[in-house]
């Protein structure tokens, strides 16, 4: 089944201890983003990469990091959360070609105390 | 950059009605326009999408519109029912990035 998986769902972290969200898709996209919802704000995006060890800053990149080391996977690292970047995150993978549907992940919940 | 506006925030119909959902953008580059549908919990879904090439797009009960010259392009659900009950977003592609920019959502509510 195609698919985009985000690890984990949900995540409750304390400030300054550096977390991990996975993101992994099977279709062999070439486009991968990551972004963040907030209420009244919609989806932003943070980061988003176009191939392999091709990487760059969206709209919202502050305190935030990415790699994409394989095609497959887009981990997106908090060197040092805060509470500010307590939200709803969303991965999301695309063939890359323009005119192309975006496949998101189920969303990772995290809240920052 | 690109800069999608989306109107109304909220919207509640009965059902049986029509919805219309409005978004407006400000890139006269940008060449495609998605409509994604987020149920209560879930993950954005695609429901249907219009290239600037084309003015209107029908798939059952939906339906979008285009207006290239104003900037705006519109989702119009008939019918609606209260499995449509769920937050909408329209998004419009910068060319040549696949970088989506998506509107700020509506929640629609449709009561039996």
């Known amino acids: 089944e195609a698919q985009v998986t985000q690890n984990p769902r949900y995540l409750i972290t304390v400030t300054g201890k550096k977390l991990t969200v996975t993101c992994s898709q099977n279709m062999n996209h070439e486009y991968m983003s990551w972004y963040r919802q907030d209420p009244g704000l919609g989806l932003r995006q943070i980061y988003y990469s176009m191939n392999v060890e091709v990487t760059d800053k969206g709209d919202v990149p502050e305190g935030y990091k990415v790699s994409r080391k394989e095609k497959r996977n887009f981990p997106l690292i908090l060197e040092s959360p805060s509470p500010n970047q307590t939200s709803l995150y969303f991965c999301a993978s695309s063939q890359g070609l323009g005119f192309t549907e975006a496949f998101f992940g189920q969303g990772t919940r995290l809240t920052v105390v | 950059g690109e800069n999608v506006e989306q109107h109304p925030s909220t919207l509640s119909v009965q059902e049986g009605d029509s919805a219309v959902i409005k978004c407006t953008y400000s890139?006269?580059?940008?060449?495609?326009f998605p409509w994604y549908k987020q149920e209560l919990g879930k993950r954005p879904q695609l429901i249907i999408d219009i290239r600037s090439n084309v003015g209107e797009k029908k798939d059952q009960r939906i339906a979008v519109t285009l207006n290239k010259t104003a900037k705006h392009f519109s989702l119009h659900i008939t019918e609606t029912q209260p499995e449509d009950s769920a937050v909408y977003f329209c998004?419009?592609?910068?060319?040549?990035?696949?970088?989506?920019?998506f509107g700020t959502g509506t929640r629609l509510q449709v009561f039996p």
């Open positions: 890139d006269s580059a940008s060449n495609y």
């Open positions: 998004a419009a592609t910068q060319p040549n990035t696949d970088k989506l920019i």
